[in-house]
């Protein structure tokens, strides 16, 4: 699994880097320092290790360890080959071929779009994987590359030298101790913690889409037989959609993505939340008919936002520490490598040649916004009535069908030629819209007021 737009027009006022004293000196140094393991880190780490720049990763927490998100896309898998990694990921995974909408408003009720129809036919399928071992296997492949990786190290704070030579990173080990770095470029893959994002005050909850998320996982789940049987599926109900991923090991990740009105009705335990309003889905219900909870059900609010910039003097953010959209799309694994690998370019660039440095940061800018900004035209209107009718009745005038399935499938920064279609795609929706006012009306104002119910005390109060 899956960021909210920014602004195209970038704000040049950088934040005011914070002076170290002289007094207090770095006990280590390092080319790049990257905060956090997770995909985007590793890729970055293991890239930049492998050109010759000496590469430390301080990881918070110690793999494996558990993170939810385990939907991976087709354009993941030539990045995997890329890594070096292609092999092992395919050991210990689920193959998944396509994805199922279920609608309880449509007949049929369920439609299966495949990655083999997409634009470009080179990317037929994807993967569905347990985050604790891939995760595991990219922090691992950027130790091999060289990297410095230090597990059980969260960064505590990081200054920045006025000049944008660089910075000193301060963080503490689980034992207690501490320890400092002088770094010349630091990259923030912290995740959810947006690490730099808090330190500028650059994470902005997104406006237009404000959702929670509700999630454990089953064993004895109903799969689907034979080519289908790795399938994501997406079941829409009342109050927002859930998420069904099979895994290799037998056991299926459940999610509930819900609007924060609804959050906000609990009354009773998270777990007993989760499995009442599993109910309210008869076709997901049937499907975990005689299934198992095996996990904790786990809760997560404030589920998107964005920094306002994505770079400064000596830094720059990728992944979730940048951005996070709804997880409809599974696009979230798919950016932040993405992100690494875009990452790697600009800071060599800036280490190697600082005259190129403001240009290859601009570059590096346009592409990590472009994905969220491509996903989330279409996330924001996920629960739209017509959007549903266009999902679940494809056509494929103008191959709209096509564009759509290569963007859903992580198509987005190569040279297959969707975007004229793509702009096909969303006229025919702004023309659908026209035609049923009243329908259109109805829905933008249900949402407006989904995405601004207060649920500050939605998690509150009971475990």
């Known amino acids: 699994m899956s960021s909210a737009p920014v602004s195209n027009q970038r704000n040049t006022e950088l934040p005011t880097p914070q002076a170290r004293p002289e007094t207090a000196p770095a006990s280590r140094s ?47 898998l030539p990045l995997l080959e890329q890594l070096g990694v292609a092999d092992q990921v395919r050991g210990l995974a689920m193959q998944k071929f396509g994805a199922e909408f279920v609608s309880p408003w449509h007949e049929p009720a369920s439609m299966t779009i495949q990655f083999q129809e997409a634009w470009d036919k080179s990317m037929p399928y994807a993967y569905q994987v347990r985050r604790s071992e891939f995760d595991e296997i990219l922090l691992r492949n950027a130790q091999a590359k060289g990297a410095q990786v230090i597990e059980g190290c969260r960064v505590r704070d990081v200054s920045f030298r006025p000049d944008g030579s660089g910075g000193v990173v ?19 893959a912290s995740g959810r913690d947006t690490l730099l994002g808090r330190k500028f005050d650059l994470k902005k909850r ?95 609010g404030n589920f998107s936002y964005s920094c306002e910039r994505s770079h400064g003097p000596g830094y720059l953010m990728i992944g979730d520490a940048f951005t996070f959209i709804d997880p409809v799309f599974s696009s979230g694994v798919m950016l932040a490598m993405q992100g690494g690998f875009v990452a790697a370019e600009a800071v060599q660039t800036c280490l190697a040649e600082p005259a190129r440095a ?35 009745q494809p056509g494929n005038v103008f191959r709209v069908k096509e564009a759509l399935i290569s963007m ?46 207060d649920r500050s005390d939605a998690l509150a109060g009971q475990p």
Request: hydrophobic content about 40%; proline content about 5%.
């Open 30 to 76: 390092c080319d790049v320092l990257v905060i956090g393991g997770g995909p985007g880190g590793s890729t970055a780490a293991a890239l930049l290790a492998s050109r010759g720049l000496r590469v430390t990763l301080l990881e918070k927490a110690r793999h494996p360890r558990f993170h939810i998100g385990e939907s991976l896309l087709p354009a993941n």
């Open 170 to 188: 301060d963080a503490e080990h689980e034992d207690g101790s501490g320890d400092r770095w002088a770094a010349r470029f630091v990259i923030d």
């Open 206 to 300: 997104n406006p237009k889409h404000n959702s929670s998320a509700l999630y454990g996982h089953f064993s004895g789940a109903k799969r689907h037989a034979g080519h289908d049987e790795g399938n994501i599926t997406i079941f829409w109900f009342d109050h927002g959609w859930f998420w069904f991923i099979p895994l290799a090991d037998g056991t299926t990740s459940i999610g509930a993505v819900i609007w924060s009105y609804y959050l906000k009705t609990r009354k009773t335990p998270v777990r007993q939340f989760f499995l009442d309003t599993v109910a309210m889905c008869p076709a997901l219900a049937a499907r975990l008919e005689g299934a198992t909870l095996v996990s904790e059900v786990e809760a997560t």
């Open 358 to 392: 403001a240009a290859a940061l601009r570059r590096f800018d346009r592409i990590v916004r472009q994905g969220p900004r491509d996903f989330s035209w279409f996330i924001y209107r996920v629960t739209n009535p017509i959007m549903r009718d266009m999902l679940m």
């Open 408 to 453: 859903l499938a992580g198509d987005i920064y190569g040279k297959t030629p969707i975007w004229g279609s793509i702009r096909a795609l969303k006229g025919i929706y702004y023309l659908l819209s026209l035609a049923s006012p009243k329908r259109s009306f109805q829905a933008m104002r249900r949402r407006r007021h989904n995405i601004t119910a």
